[in-house]
């Protein structure tokens, strides 16, 4: 997460990063990158070589370490987030940033877009170009930092 930390603070000022977010107290992910019509929710692997699956379908890599399913965390975080009210009218995509150098994933099908290191900056610096407004996303925010809220209801 260290290295992705450093493409996320060359964002325009208008985009809101939230470093582990969590909704709840078992909901969370490593970061979610919220800017005009669109929230990245992601989930960070610091690896690179090969990925396979074991039976149950969890991540394999070399050596059989266990990377479990970074897709699938982010892939429910993003779904719960785009349930609920705050991010009415936002896309909100699951995303699984592999940081530390090439990738061969012959996992199953992912349920989040797999960006590999090299793609990283582009992921995150092309949807957001400088210069558009600001969106209006306190609810969002606080609900994702675990504000006083409870549950997936909007504060009244």
Known sequence: MRRLVGV?????DYVTVILRPAMGWMLHADCCVIGPGR????????WKGTIAADKDGQWLGTGYTDLGRPDRHAAYFAQ???YGPWARGMEVEPVVVFT???VKFLG????????FWEEARALLLEPFPPGAAPPDV???VQLLHG??????????
Do not use: F, M, N
């Open 147 to 156: 504000g006083k809220q409870h549950g997936l209801s909007p504060r009244g």
């Open 138 to 140: 306190a609810d969002l």
């Open 8 to 12: 996320l603070e060359e964002l325009p």
């Open 100 to 102: 530390d150098g090439p």
């Open 80 to 82: 719960r987030l785009a």
């Open 39 to 46: 929230v990245l929710v992601i989930s960070a692997v610091h």
């Open 108 to 115: 199953p099908k992912p349920l989040a877009t797999l960006v």
